[in-house]
């Protein structure tokens, strides 16, 4: 790959640098700038910020024009995400189902109708997705869902539970796997359905994480009726779009800009005076540490950079999407748990806490980072995606 730019991918990182310098909420970066703190009030910052991405014009940038995109190129879409991490621009993960989800995979698997219908509004941020794949006994081992979907004329009626689903108490409309065929080998039985989040005998439960939000939640499906229409690809045949959908999932995103930004973010932290009045940098342990950091997110960036060469030659994700996961996951933990161990005990303050360092930000962190070894496969499912299909191994 040429790591050097063309023309016109420095002139749209100039561009999306200087959009994003005028249209960020005022004051938005600095201590003075508040987000909001309950949960429907970030729904719907990040739903207005959304709609302001789109009127830009920069809302999924990578996607077709037809359907509201700009047709850009993959490499395209990692310059725009670079660019937006470093401007420490909002952080739309609850938006994250619709936008890296279900929008690329209607538009490779969806029914025109599913198009025209759903994309719109993703990318306006004017619907909220949820995503129902993990069940209690499901989760690595995705194709072992017992959610059934019995065919019933023109409908399927859907029972059974999902668990971690994201936002879905929020949500307007959930991606759910559903076990049509019993008899049929695990792998060949599953439908990808469109489900209407307000449809009749759908139970929502919250799970408080250890964060202390409430993001995650249950979700019970008690007879709950689904247009026949709203199937992804063919019924007993969903699996092909599941591994459409977890490889956006794994391959398409640049964690590398994200993890530069907290690893420039860490080590300020470790120059800070100390409680003894020397700065953490003195000790040639951390500064070993923190340059390592250093080493891994560039590594990162060009395994991002390779990943991207990937797709844009073969024109989807292929499993170097697991490399890329695994990498920055267990790298963004390592990265926390460094801040933490700089911190000592303020590092256990919460933001609530009028002592804690940064508003309570590595801690914050430190908490989330422990679910990203676990979202978009395990670091363990992973490890076997690269052995088997990556370096040949057997099963």
Not at 27 to 52: L, Y
Not at 63 to 69: F, I, N, R, T
Not at 119 to 128: F, S, T, V
């Amino acid at each position: 790959m040429d790591f050097r730019p063309t023309e016109d991918e420095a002139r749209l990182r100039a561009e999306v640098r200087q959009w994003l310098r005028r249209h960020l909420p005022p004051g938005w970066g600095t201590p003075s700038f508040r987000e909001p703190g309950a949960a429907s009030d970030k729904m719907a910052f990040a739903k207005a910020w959304q709609h302001t991405l789109f009127e830009g014009g920069w809302a999924g940038i990578a996607w077709p024009k037809e359907y509201g995109g700009r047709g850009a190129s993959i490499v395209e879409q990692l310059i725009f995400n670079e660019e937006y991490a470093a401007a420490r621009a909002p952080d739309l993960i609850n938006l994250a189902v619709g936008n890296g989800l279900v929008g690329p995979t209607l538009i490779a698997c969806g029914q025109p109708w599913h198009k025209e219908r759903f994309l719109p509004g993703i990318l306006k941020g004017d619907e909220i997705w949820c995503q129902g794949f993990s069940e209690p006994n499901a989760g690595s081992d995705l194709a072992a869902v017992r959610t059934a979907a019995e065919v019933r004329g023109d409908e399927l009626v859907v029972r059974g539970q999902k668990v971690w689903c994201s936002y879905a108490r929020y949500a307007d409309w959930c991606i759910l796997v559903v076990r049509t065929d019993p008899s049929a080998p695990k792998h060949k039985g599953l439908s990808f359905l469109l489900v209407d989040m307000k449809s009749a005998g759908i139970t929502i439960r919250p799970l408080r994480e250890m964060t202390g939000e409430a993001w995650f939640n249950e979700v019970f499906f008690d007879e709950v009726r689904v247009p026949r229409a709203n199937v992804v690809g063919e019924i007993n045949r969903g699996w092909d779009v599941i591994m459409t959908t977890l490889a956006h999932e794994r391959g398409a995103a640049a964690p590398h800009a994200r993890l530069q930004i907290e690893r420039r973010r860490l080590t300020e932290l470790a120059r800070r005076p100390s409680c003894n009045g020397a700065g953490t940098a003195a000790d040639p342990l951390v500064r070993q540490r923190l340059a390592q950091f250093a080493i891994e997110v560039e590594i990162l960036r060009l395994t991002a950079y390779r990943n991207v060469s990937v797709m844009a030659r073969d024109g989807r994700p292929g499993p170097e999407g697991s490399i890329l996961k695994l990498f920055w996951s267990e790298l963004d933990q390592r990265m926390k748990e460094t801040a933490i161990e700089i911190l000592g005990t303020q590092g256990l303050l919460c933001a609530e806490s009028p002592r804690a360092v940064d508003a309570g930000f590595w801690a914050r962190e430190l908490l989330w980072s422990r679910a990203a070894t676990i979202y978009a496969g395990t670091s363990e499912v992973q490890r076997n995606i690269i052995a088997q299909r990556v370096l040949g191994l057997p099963r």
